[in-house]
């Protein structure tokens, strides 16, 4: 099994562009997850499903949209990249029951100019 | 927001025990305590959680207040491998949103 798969693994783009951030995961997971970190700090949630066909807001959405295609595939949209976007991006999916553990995905480090 | 507090940094001699402590005074009876660690650059890793009781897997040892309100990571016999980021983590009841924290930057000197 692969786990949490993103892809791209690097990218840059100019300020204006866009662009979507892949994530999959083989695990038959319900929920996923989208981060952000910023150089030095800790995660920030940017958006979540719950399960396939609902999303929800998390800290720091604003800039930001996705898509929970299907079970297994949850993407991250950025319409119009902004340099205060650039960060290291991290997928994630959970397992089922009470006690739900997180399995990351290695990141995508993204930079905007 | 974060509903932990940790401290930013502490350092441990390889070999020796390492305890990293967490607040979480906010903690409802039904929210679970968890922790992660993130390793250089990599995504976090899962290592253990609690809800009351003392838990115990082949990496770390927990131990939970009585109160709940805080708690403590163990790493028994910490090596150079242990260096790493620990997030100490809350979820919040009834959602899905696992809000991280600052975390903790664990050194490991040998």
């Known amino acids: 099994n692969a786990g949490v798969t993103q892809t791209p693994k690097f990218q840059v783009l100019k300020t204006g562009q866009s662009m979507t951030l892949q994530c999959a995961q083989d695990m038959n997971h319900n929920s996923m997850y989208w981060y952000r970190q910023d150089p030095g700090m800790g995660l920030r949630l940017i958006y979540y499903?719950?399960?396939?066909?609902?999303?929800d807001k998390g800290e720091v959405p604003n800039g930001y949209n996705v898509s929970r295609l299907n079970k297994r595939e949850f993407s991250l949209r950025l319409e119009s990249a902004a340099p205060s976007q650039t960060s290291v991006y991290f997928c994630?999916?959970?397992?089922?029951?009470?006690?739900?553990?997180?399995?990351f995905g290695s990141g995508t480090q993204l930079s905007v100019l | 927001d974060a509903k932990t507090t940790q401290p930013p940094s502490m350092d441990c001699a390889e070999g020796r025990a390492a305890n990293l402590p967490c607040n979480h005074s906010t903690i409802s009876g039904n929210e679970y305590v968890y922790w992660y660690r993130q390793i250089h650059s990599q995504g976090p890793q899962y290592i253990i959680h609690g809800l009351k009781n003392n838990e115990t897997n082949e990496m770390a040892s927990l131990i939970i207040t009585e109160d709940r309100k805080s708690s403590t990571l163990i790493l028994p016999h910490a090596t150079l491998r242990d260096t790493a980021v620990y997030y100490c983590?809350?979820?919040?009841?009834?959602?899905?949103?696992?809000?991280f924290g600052t975390g903790t930057r664990l050194k490991v000197l040998a």
């Open positions: 994630a999916s959970s397992d089922e029951g009470a006690y739900e553990k997180l399995f």
């Open positions: 983590i809350v979820r919040e009841w009834g959602t899905y949103k696992y809000i």
């Open positions: 499903s719950a399960s396939e066909g609902t999303t």
